[in-house]
């Protein structure tokens, strides 16, 4: 079975072009080698994939027939994604969300007149 189905099969991406793509921007490895989308995939085979800034390993078991539901997944491959994957996926997050507070950006157009009523001398009115 060709890697880009054998990924759409197990459900890492939802169609076959976009497990494609990522073969082809060589974020799809076997054994530790870049693969082309047309590249066979065997029982006992070592898959790494990137995707969402996250490296998920997975050992195939066996292969699929065709699509298969994601309570079966498991029968399939075994999934050998370190913790530490999903922590540094966590610690971006939170590093994102420390630099730029939800909300604040460009003041409004009321900010700024405000902001402009505040550090402007008042006139004398003599």
């Known amino acids: ?9 197990v459900r890492y991406f939802k169609t076959r072009s976009i497990a ?4 082809k921007k060589g974020h799809v490895r076997i054994n530790d080698s870049a693969v082309k989308p047309s590249r066979d ?6 898959i790494t994939v990137r995707k969402n800034q996250i490296n998920y390993s997975m050992q195939v078991i066996e292969l699929p027939p065709n699509r298969v539901g994601a309570k079966l997944v498991d029968l399939y491959r075994t999934d050998t994604t ?3 994957e999903f922590e540094a996926q966590e610690l971006i997050k939170f590093a994102k969300d420390h630099y730029r507070k939800k909300g604040t950006g460009r003041p409004t157009k009321k900010d ?6 505040y550090t ?6 003599n």
């Open 82 to 84: 370190p913790k530490s």
């Open 41 to 46: 995939v065997y029982p006992s085979d070592k």
């Open 1 to 9: 079975m060709r890697i880009d189905k054998y990924l759409w099969c």
């Open 20 to 23: 494609t793509n990522a073969c």
């Open 120 to 125: 402007t001398e008042p006139e004398d009115e």
């Open 112 to 117: 700024r007149r405000d902001i402009d009523d």
